[in-house]
């Protein structure tokens, strides 16, 4: 199965200021059709996840232009421009062109 | 509005069953993929299953093949886990997910599954 690394794993941030959340895949993301799966979810507690960013850097209707998805291959990254308070929760990656989808392990963002 | 309501979750002892529901509405159910993701307590997400829109082709995680069971009901606009030979590292919150160019865009609420004597 594909390795998904996450980091850091605990993120306090400190509101008004940037964030970063990286990800690293153990095999490349590109898939046969050329496209590359990589994409990123939100969970905040006692809450269903909900998809921010799918093939890597393709924001979802509804999710504010401070979140951003860039990278590559086998290495990419989140980043929050300016923290809100609504931001906190953990941020999962998953891969999705190999067959079973993996989640990374998770990063937990709290307000400092 | 996508809706997707899970339904099922229990309390199960280990070696029992369990049949998972998922209710959906506000797209054409149809004509997506459609899968299963779980949660243990305090953990991370792990996938558990996918189907296809006609139910032809189905997809597990090593860790439940044998013995979870994914299906739907086109006409019910309703996706289904069976679950059998129950063990206490299945206990999670199921959560089912709309699949749209290999990605999960709409989740539901999820249903929790405990299994234990």
């Known amino acids: 199965d594909v390795v998904m690394t996450q980091s850091p794993l605990s993120l306090p941030v400190t509101l008004g200021q940037p964030a970063s959340i990286s990800c690293r895949s153990s095999q490349s993301l590109v898939h046969s059709d050329g496209n590359t799966y990589l994409n990123w979810f939100h969970q905040r507690p006692g809450q269903s996840p909900r998809r921010l960013i799918y093939?890597?850097?393709n924001r979802d209707s509804g999710v504010p232009d401070r979140f951003s998805g860039s990278g590559s291959g086998t290495d990419f990254t989140l980043k929050i421009s300016r923290v809100e308070a609504e931001d906190v929760g953990v941020y999962y990656c998953?891969?999705?062109?190999?067959?079973?989808?993996?989640f990374g392990q998770g990063t937990k963002v709290e307000i400092k | 509005e996508v809706r997707l309501v899970e339904s099922g979750g229990d309390l199960v002892q280990p070696g029992g069953s369990l049949r998972l529901s998922c209710a959906a509405s506000g797209f054409t159910f149809s004509g997506d993929w459609m899968g299963w993701v779980r949660q243990a307590p305090e953990k991370g997400l792990d996938w558990v299953a996918k189907?296809?829109?006609?139910?032809?082709?189905?997809y597990y995680v090593d860790s439940v093949k044998g013995r979870f069971t994914i299906s739907r009901d086109n006409a019910k606009n309703s996706l289904y886990l069976q679950m059998d030979s129950l063990r206490a590292d299945d206990t999670a919150v199921y959560y089912c997910?709309?699949?749209?160019?290999?990605?999960?865009?709409?989740w539901g609420q999820g249903t929790l599954v405990t299994v234990s004597s």
């Open positions: 093939k890597v850097s």
């Open positions: 189907i296809n829109q006609d139910g032809s082709q189905t």
């Open positions: 997910a709309r699949l749209v160019w290999f990605s999960a865009d709409h």
């Open positions: 998953m891969q999705s062109p190999h067959w079973p989808w993996t």
